[in-house]
């Protein structure tokens, strides 16, 4: 009878958890999307990969690791590239056409091509430049997105498999579980630990090499604007790099603290509006009359 009863039970377990496997499987609760790591750029989204998340949002990444779905054919006489971090790449609550490169280009009128991972550093998002100089020489202006944690000490260097997975797991649902109730701690692999590296100097050797309009864009934390602090401090050397214009975004006025998800991200309906404060500080001329995909 014991037996039977362990038995049983244990069917009963085995049961309730495919049933759960399958229901994480079938909704994309747990598509997130997938990288490649190294020790120079750290991680980047890996190409070619597309899910949906929720039954509902979805996410893109193109050949090139851009968070968009159609492949880089970048015009060197009127394209964008926009870079950062998860300002720019956004985050699973988006839908595709929220994110921000998306909502720029609706603005624009001109391709607009994304990149950028989850806590990248300044250093990361100028290795991308670095690694593929086709895209930077493909487009007409540079947007950067900064906020104060890409100052960071040290570049981001991939670490975890929960954040940043590689690979997917055998079960969806141990990868939520240590995802959102274990939140287990891993250790740096010092083989993939980006070195830090002086970022103005390679900024300034793109910046001469590319000799085209590059933006940055000081983007505020939600404390920053509270505190009424919407700008936060540059490296002086950065002025003597050539072709650079600085905005700060913490001093539209249109800009506030209810534009804020959570300390740094924008709310998804706010992201249209980050998105005309950045084009209003563009000087597009006669890009503005060109439509996508002409």
């Known amino acids: 009878m014991v037996r039977q009863i362990v038995i049983v039970t244990l069917a009963t377990i085995a049961v309730a958890a495919l049933m759960m496997e399958c229901f994480v499987r079938i909704s994309g ?16 989204p890996k190409p070619d990969q ?6 509902k949002s979805h996410w893109d990444f193109n050949d090139k690791s851009m968070g968009i779905s159609r492949p880089f054919a970048g015009d060197p006489e009127r394209d964008i590239l926009l ?3 998860s300002i720019v790449m956004g985050t699973n609550k988006y839908y595709q056409e929220d994110r921000l490169g998306p909502q720029l280009e609706n603005i624009v009128k001109v391709p607009v091509w994304p990149i950028g991972a989850s806590s990248w550093s300044v250093q990361n998002e100028i290795e991308y430049l670095k690694r593929f100089p086709d895209v930077a020489g493909s487009v007409a202006r540079i947007v950067f997105i900064f906020n104060v944690f890409d100052f960071q000490d040290d570049p981001s260097s991939w670490r975890n498999p929960i954040s ?34 002086d ?7 793109i910046a001469q090499a590319l000799d085209k309009p590059i933006d940055l864009f000081l983007y505020p934390t939600r404390e920053e604007i509270s505190i009424g602090k919407p700008c936060f401090t540059l490296p002086d050397r950065l002025s003597k790099v050539p072709n650079i214009t600085i905005h700060c975004i913490g ?20 992201t249209p509006k980050l998105a005309q404060i950045i084009a209003d500080n563009i000087p597009l001329g006669i890009f503005v009359e060109q439509q996508v995909g002409q």
């Open 199 to 205: 970022w103005l100097d390679d900024l300034s050797l």
């Open 83 to 85: 870079v950062g971090d």
């Open 29 to 44: 609760v747990a598509d997130v999307p997938l990288y490649e790591a190294d020790d120079r750029i750290g991680y980047i």
């Open 50 to 55: 597309s899910e949906t998340l929720f039954l």
């Open 251 to 270: 001093k539209d006025p249109r800009w506030s603290v209810a534009d804020y998800e959570d300390d740094i991200h924008p709310l998804a309906n706010s």
């Open 164 to 197: 940043h997975p590689l690979e997917r797991q055998w079960s969806l649902v141990w990868f939520l579980a240590e995802k959102y109730l274990l939140k287990p701690a891993f250790d740096q692999d010092e083989v993939l630990r980006v070195q830090r590296r």
